[in-house]
């Protein structure tokens, strides 16, 4: 069984810095489609950037136009652990975050917001 668990959200000030950590465990697949996404309450969930992995690490990897620059995915494909490194937050990046992996045919972008794996979110608080 897949199982998704991100971490490292919290609260911080306008223009501050924040790296959260995924990790994914019971994935079978050998490549893989992972990515980052929040939503704000009352909204639709949205994508950041996407990032389809090999064996050897990541092959692609696929931003939201909006939102490349101060989001950057990388991954340690050793450890199974995806991160979503944020800079110059702003109190419109208040959300929650939401790690999933998909499986390795479908569409890996982060357009897509039907990932087949999700984890349970980290709450993200930018105070002005």
């Known amino acids: 069984q897949v199982q998704v668990v991100e971490s490292g959200g919290g609260s911080v000030q306008t223009g501050g810095s924040l790296k959260l950590s995924c990790a994914v465990s019971?994935?079978?697949?050998?490549?893989?489609?992972m990515g980052w996404f929040r939503q704000v309450s009352g909204k639709e969930r949205e994508g950041i950037a996407t990032?389809?992995?090999?064996?050897?690490?990541?092959?692609?990897?696929y931003y939201v136009e909006s939102m490349r620059g101060r989001f950057t995915i990388s991954l340690d494909n050793t450890e199974n652990t995806l991160y979503l490194r944020m800079n110059n937050l702003k109190p419109e990046d208040s959300a929650i975050y939401y790690c999933?992996?998909?499986?390795?045919?479908?569409?890996?972008?982060?357009?897509?917001?039907?990932?087949?794996?999700w984890g349970l979110g980290t709450q993200v608080t930018v105070s002005a």
């Open positions: 990032v389809y992995v090999g064996s050897f690490g990541i092959i692609n990897a």
């Open positions: 019971g994935y079978t697949y050998s490549s893989k489609c």
């Open positions: 999933a992996a998909d499986r390795p045919e479908r569409l890996c972008r982060p357009s897509r917001v039907d990932f087949d794996f």
